[in-house]
């Protein structure tokens, strides 16, 4: 049960096994052995799936940790903040989309989302399911505005925007498109990856800048879960 894992730790472990591909391409590019072009892209295209999965996996274990922290915390849905309601609401929301407009339910179900600042109701935000991505994730690659919009709506003490510097952002746009470009044969390899020696050094550098990516997510994780951000 993923949600009991201590942030930090968490980030440690995803660190150790970003820096094993970290250091199998250090070996590489020093190595006196030569390594065909071909199979030099095939292993950057690896270590780039290797590295997204790393981040989704820990994004998924975040999410799940402070929504299980919210929802046994048994709190009233009007004593969290007001972003929370939305995911209170997701199930609802749902029911909105599908009802017909000759439902006897199709407006009060709109009501009620818009009374939740009221409401006494414990909270209940939505649980992870294996059939289905566990809000506000949402099954796609992560991506800089995927760790925007969690840290917005989960109550995050710093916008994410402001704490994740430049280069990590652009490592995690990097590894998602050769993620999504190898992992779906869009390209073949060396299309992906032209310059092979230089895109060794490249991914190197941006192995490093998600694993201290994550170590900051995993600051926020803690100081959530702490303090209790989710409260008003």
């Known amino acids: 049960m993923m949600y009991a894992a201590d942030p930090n730790i968490r980030a440690k472990d995803a660190r150790v096994r970003i820096e094993t591909w970290h250091t199998f391409l250090s070996n590489i590019l020093n190595s006196d052995s030569h390594f065909s072009n071909k199979v030099v892209c095939e292993l950057l295209g690896s270590a780039s799936v290797i590295a997204m999965a790393e981040v989704e996996s820990f994004m998924r274990d975040l999410v799940e940790s402070i929504i299980y922290t919210i929802n046994n915390s048994n709190h009233p849905i009007n004593s969290l903040q007001p972003q929370l309601h939305a995911l209170h609401a997701h199930q609802k929301f749902d029911s909105i989309r599908k009802i017909e407009t000759k439902n006897e339910s199709f407006w009060r179900y709109r009501l009620d989302v818009t009374q ?17 991505p566990q809000p506000p994730l949402k099954g796609n690659t992560i991506r800089p505005r995927d760790i925007q919009e969690v840290g917005e709506i989960l109550c995050f003490p710093h ?11 652009t490592a995690l746009t990097k590894l998602a498109l050769y993620r999504n470009q190898f992992a779906h044969a869009v390209d073949t390899p060396t299309e992906i990856f032209p310059n092979a020696e230089r895109e060794v050094s490249n991914i190197m550098m941006y192995l490093t800048a998600i694993a201290d990516m994550l170590d900051i997510l995993a600051a926020e994780w803690q100081e959530v879960i702490d303090k209790e951000t989710f409260l008003i």
Do not use: G, V, W
């Not at 916008?159 to 952002?169: A, G």
């Open 116 to 132: 939740y600042h009221l409401s006494q109701e414990i909270a209940k935000l939505p649980e992870r399911s294996d059939k289905h």
């Open 159 to 169: 916008n994410p925007s402001s704490i994740i510097e430049l280069n990590q952002r």
